[in-house]
C-alpha cells in the first residue's frame, strides 16, 4: 500500500522556495530558521528525513539540511539497509550536540 505522508506535510502550501536555499548565509537564516520551526511541528518528518536519505535529496526536509544528511549517510555502514529508526536517530545525534535546531545550521 502506497504511503501518502506527503498529504499530513506541515509545508503544504508554505513557500518552499524557502526549503531550497542555495547556501545558507546569516542574509537567509530567518526564512531557513522558519522551515525548521514548520518541520519541528510537522506530523511526518522522520518520514520525510528518511526519503530525503534515501533518495539523497537536496534542500531541507525533516529538520536536516542537505549537507548534515550527507554527513550522516557518509559515516554510517552503507552496506546496511537504511531504516526509519536510524535516520530518526540523526536528529537526536543534531540535538545532543546542540547543531540542532539553531546552533550550526549556517555553514551546515
Ligand atoms: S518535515 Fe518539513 S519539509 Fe518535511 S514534510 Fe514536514 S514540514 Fe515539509
Do not use: F, G, M
Given at each position: 500500500m502506497k504511503d501518502d505522508w506527503h498529504k499530513n506535510a506541515a509545508c503544504i502550501g508554505a513557500n518552499t522556495e524557502s526549503f531550497f536555499p542555495l547556501v545558507i548565509k546569516k542574509k537567509n537564516l530567518p526564512q531557513v530558521i522558519s522551515c525548521f520551526d514548520l518541520c519541528e511541528s510537522c506530523s511526518v518528518s522522520d518520514k520525510c528525513l528518511y526519503q530525503a536519505c534515501i533518495n539523497k535529496e537536496y534542500g531541507i526536509w525533516g529538520r536536516t539540511t542537505e549537507r548534515m544528511r550527507k554527513v550522516f549517510l557518509k559515516e554510517?555502514?552503507?552496506?546496511?539497509?537504511?531504516?526509519?529508526?536510524?535516520?530518526?536517530?540523526?536528529?537526536?545525534?543534531?540535538?545532543?550536540?546542540?547543531?540542532y535546531p539553531y546552533k550550526g545550521i549556517v555553514n551546515f
Open positions: 554510517r555502514d552503507s552496506t546496511q539497509e537504511l531504516t526509519l529508526e536510524e535516520c530518526a536517530s540523526l536528529i537526536q545525534y543534531l540535538k545532543d550536540n546542540e547543531i
